[in-house]
């Protein structure tokens, strides 16, 4: 080695230990961000298989530990103890971790090393004593459910069977799997092969349901399992499975795909889904099945033996999985021309049958304009979205190379997909030379599906505003002429065209595109159509995108809400589950309860713009907020919060941020909470939370918070949802948050945080404390108030008052905030003040490091509010109490003299005071810090 390579090590060496300390002196003060950040720092600086390594790698599993990271702590403390094998700190750690892994064997066997290596060690004795426990029980349960699982296969599979019994059987693999090493033990007895035996002669529905829940389960969380699974039914048994016309079929399939999905990935359920991220490494090693997964999704998507809904299936998969962050299928799809197969199914029509036709349902286009949209999401650098681009003019160039009728109607139905979906590129091969031309051409023909095709394609391209003064100049007339068409799917379609035209001046009552009186004409169309009991599903649902548009009028949403018969059947679709009539229901009740994002005009720049002679926005009269809230009330009353709940199951992000809106304007109605409450709001709510765009969790956080304030919360939020719903409300305490959205969450978390404790304790561990106290130093007075107000009812935690105790400025904030002008917040400080007293002497003793205290205790002693003194005197009654040393601070001041005025007062209202007061002076007495009346009597005689 040359003395400059030594000279490197030394400085390496130097700088690994200096990072290692300050690592320790970070996990000391519980920093263990920071701490780990140090550790993985010095790592890069160590050298292979070095003693140093060996307790770095120690040190980064301590803090996995305390981070409840216990995979990471089990892989750091293998690599320690490849370097320094039976190192006993090494293994008393991977024994923690593997123990809360619930891996107890595991952790047993290292248990055992270290006390054989060191039978003095009296902290591993009773976690061997424990561990031994566990796994002899675990031994015993394994035996029972090995008899167990004979038993069940005696039933499950013989053919022969009652089938009652053989059903019960099936039906208990599931909950089998999840007891112990049940899959494992299932596993190994051969329940995958018996059950792909099985599937090829079983009728019964039920018991075809079970095998494929039972496979959905041995895959949960495991790739190994899934892995053995695999290597018995191999990857297209998969799609096998999922082809099917039966929906529960169908679900249960697709659910079991993309556990298997996960488990190859490595992506774990969480509650927050940007928390589910694949393990690089488990995506690395089964790389190959994965890849196989998609090719086979890929074929499965236009092959013409899938039934339709399994092809939705098919690409809500895809639409699923194309993350950048999960498994990235977007870029490996448009690197392998998979774009183009979706681009086969988004330009099928229903209607149009050939011999090459692949079934596909209502929803199909929805779903595949979803999943091109979320693709085109993920191209996150420019050569992907050329490439994105490069496979849709392909299918766009391969349909137009061939003179067909066929191949022309393919491609406009292709560009209505894509305008529906990544709107941009649709835009941008619309835009070329001839395409706007075709469509009109084939609007104008006389061959009724060209016109149904074109007419699609027209209220899709209508949603830019500079493309529908193109559309209203050229377009207009040819849809007023195909509205006289004898077909009521041209007419319906002409109808939604001429709506979305007619409202192309939004919420703006100054703008009207054509002649008064014309879009209240239209909208009794759309509601003629919607309401007419002979008129199909796919008529309905067209008649709702109508009103979709007109909606943004006021005058039609007054008339709607007054038509009960169309509010009723636009709510009955909504329960339909067809995909594609989601935006037309939900758009038209955002448009009901005015729940769309409104521009603040200030009126400063409605005299700048009358000056400068720009168009100013007029509001309509009947958009005042008393007129809202009736129409809220109308269709509550008539089942919104049921539709919604239903609408609620869709794929799309921006149709579930409208849904969470409109149940936020719903919320803010205090009368119309219970309603919502009872129809399952808060289950859908929740969900909502968890996934989606950044406003859709927002308002869906939002009404959450709404329906906690004026409730009971063990009524709003019963069960385990009191739990649930604490992240949710957290998060809205985010600077980037409005007050409104701030100050309705406090008010939840105050109801929330006053139910138990362990409601408090995942307050606190969710991060709370820190936010709540941002909350408590905002300048705006109810903000304060309310945030001052939780605190209050979460100091009833030890874990809060631990926190006070601490080494900073808590109680000086508390003491000062119990000055504030606000009465009510006044209140809530010395609320806390009592209540800290009460529990600890370190609070009662930190009061006295406030400069101001003997002020304050003035102020609060001498407030008229009843509320406030009595808090007050608890104060001086818990500090007097707690020592003697602190009872002499107060009675040496004029505090003494107060308390003896208190005990004179006759007042019923302020008896309670009036007792307090003289438990105080009891104290006082008892300290000895000053006399009763007779010994004062004797020292006179004294004297």
Same mark, same amino acid.
């Given at each position: ?39 993985? @720092?010095? *790592?890069?600086?160590?050298s292979?298989?070095? %003693?140093?390594? #060996?307790? $770095? =790698? &120690? ?44 891996r ?78 049940? @899959?494992? *033990?299932?596993?190994e007895a051969?329940?995958? %092969?018996?059950? #792909?035996? $099985? =599937? &090829? ?81 488990l ?17 499965g ?24 962050q999960?498994?990235?299928w ?32 209502d ?128 007419r ?65 949403k ?10 009723r ?10 995909e ?27 005299e ?72 399952g ?35 709003a ?20 948050c ?96 009592a ?79 009036r ?29």
């Amino acid at each position: 080695m040359s003395a400059k390579d030594l000279i490197s090590d030394k400085s390496n060496e130097k700088q690994s230990t200096e990072l290692k300390d300050e690592g320790n002196l970070a996990f000391k003060n519980n920093d263990l961000d920071h701490a780990l950040d140090c550790y993985l @720092s010095a *790592l890069k600086l160590t050298s292979d298989f070095s %003693n140093e390594r #060996s307790v $770095l =790698l &120690k040190n980064c599993a301590a803090v996995h530990l305390k981070q409840s990271n216990y995979s990471r702590a089990v892989e750091d403390c293998d690599k320690s103890l490849e370097i320094v094998p039976d190192d006993p700190k090494a293994l008393y750690r991977r024994c923690q971790a593997l123990e809360n892994l619930g891996r107890f064997e595991e952790a047993y066997r290292d248990a055992k090393l270290i006390f054989k290596l060191d039978p003095s060690n009296k902290i591993i004795q009773p976690i061997l004593s424990r561990l031994h426990a566990i796994v002899e029980q675990r031994a015993h349960e394994n035996t029972r459910t090995e008899n167990k699982v004979q038993q069940m296969f005696r039933y499950a599979f013989n053919l022969e069977e009652d089938k009652e019994k053989r059903i019960k059987a099936i039906t208990n693999f599931v909950p089998l799997c999840k007891e112990g090493k049940g @899959s494992e *033990l299932l596993i190994e007895a051969g329940v995958v %092969n018996k059950i #792909s035996q $099985l =599937l &090829k002669v079983e009728k019964n529905h039920e018991i075809i349901l079970g095998c494929i829940r039972t496979i959905s389960q041995l895959c949960f969380n495991s790739a190994k399992n899934t892995k053995k699974v695999i290597e018995v039914l191999g990857i297209p048994w998969f799609l096998d499975i999922l082809n099917s016309n039966n929906e529960e079929q169908v679900y249960a399939a697709q659910y079991t795909i993309q556990e298997v999905l996960n488990s190859l990935a490595g992506i774990e359920k969480k509650k927050e889904k940007s928390e589910e991220k694949p393990n690089p490494k488990l995506l690395e090693e089964n790389k190959a099945e994965i890849d196989t997964l998609l090719t086979c999704l890929l074929y499965g998507c236009t092959s013409r033996s899938v039934s339709g809904l399994a092809r939705d299936a098919i690409i809500q998969l895809i639409s699923r999985n194309v993350h950048y962050q999960y498994i990235n299928w977007a870029e490996q799809l448009v690197k392998i021309k998979g774009l183009q197969r979706l681009m086969e199914v988004a330009s099928e029509l229903k209607e149009y049958k050939y011999e090459s036709s692949m079934e596909i349902t209502d929803s199909t286009r929805k779903f595949t304009s979803i999943c091109l949209a979320r693709i085109y999401e993920n191209m996150y650098y420019d050569e992907l979205r050329t490439k994105y681009m490069e496979n849709i003019d392909d299918f766009i160039k391969g349909k137009l190379i061939t003179p067909e009728l066929e191949s022309k109607i393919r491609v406009v139905v292709a560009i209505t997909t894509l305008l529906l979906g990544p709107m941009e590129i649709g835009n941008n091969i619309l835009s070329r030379e001839g395409m706007m031309e075709m469509v009109l051409v084939m609007a104008n023909s006389d061959d009724i599906l060209q016109q149904k095709v074109a007419c699609e394609c027209i209220i899709a391209v209508a949603s830019k505003k500079e493309k529908v003064k193109t559309i209203v100049s050229q377009g207009a007339d040819i849809l007023k002429k195909l509205y006289q068409s004898k077909d009521l799917g041209i007419r319906v379609r002409a109808l939604v065209g001429l709506c979305k035209l007619g409202s192309s001046g939004g919420t703006d009552a100054s703008i009207r595109p054509f002649a008064d009186g014309a879009t209240t004409r239209l909208a009794e169309a759309c509601i003629k159509f919607l309401v007419s009991k002979s008129k199909d599903q796919e008529t309905r649902r067209w008649a709702a995108e109508g009103l979709s548009y007109l909606t943004l009028d006021a005058d039609v949403k007054e008339k709607l809400v007054n038509e009960k018969p169309a509010i009723r059947a636009l709510f009955d679709l909504a329960k339909s589950g067809n995909e594609a009539a989601v935006y037309g229901v939900v758009t038209t009740l955002v448009n009901i309860v005015n729940a769309y994002d409104k521009q603040e005009v200030l009126p400063e720049l409605v005299e700048l713009a009358k000056f400068a002679k720009h168009h100013i926005p007029q509001e309509h009269e009947l958009d005042d907020p008393d007129f809202v809230a009736q129409r809220c009330i109308v269709i509550v009353k008539e089942g919104a919060v049921s539709a919604l709940v239903s609408l609620a199951k869709t794929e799309s992000d921006s149709s579930k941020e409208m849904i969470a809106r409109v149940f936020n304007t719903l919320a803010s109605q205090v009368d119309l909470r219970g309603i919502m409450v009872q129809q399952g709001a808060v289950k859908t709510l929740l969900k909502m939370t968890y996934a989606g765009t950044e406003k859709g969790i927002r308002s869906a956080s939002q009404a959450l918070a709404r329906l906690g304030i004026t409730m009971d919360p063990a009524v709003a939020f019963p069960g385990q949802r009191c739990m649930e719903v604490v992240r949710p409300l957290l998060a809205l305490l985010h600077p980037e948050c409005n007050a409104l959205e701030n100050l309705e969450a406090l008010l939840a978390l105050c109801n929330l945080a006053f139910m138990n404790e362990s409601v408090r304790t995942l307050i606190i561990k969710e991060g709370g404390i820190p936010k709540i106290e941002g909350m408590m130093y905002e300048d705006h007075e109810m903000l304060r108030r309310a945030a001052t107000q939780v605190m209050t009812n979460m100091v009833i935690s030890p874990k809060v008052v631990e926190l006070f105790e601490g080494n900073n400025d808590k109680i000086k904030f508390m003491v000062l905030l119990c000055g504030e002008e606000d009465e009510e917040t006044m209140k809530a400080a010395s609320g806390a003040l009592a209540m800290l007293t009460s529990a600890s002497k370190k609070c009662c003793k930190k009061i006295f490091d406030v400069e101001s205290w003997l002020e304050m205790f003035h102020m609060i002693l001498g407030h008229p509010n009843v509320d406030i003194q009595q808090r007050a005197v608890v104060i001086v009654n818990n500090i007097i109490s707690v020592s003697k040393e602190l009872a002499e601070k107060i009675i040496e001041t004029d505090i003494m003299e107060i308390l003896m005025a208190f005990t004179l007062i006759d007042d019923e209202e302020k008896q309670k005071v009036r007792e307090i007061a003289q438990e105080a002076l009891d104290a006082a007495k008892h300290w000895k810090v000053i006399k009763s009346r007779d010994e004062a009597v004797d020292d006179d005689d004294d004297d």
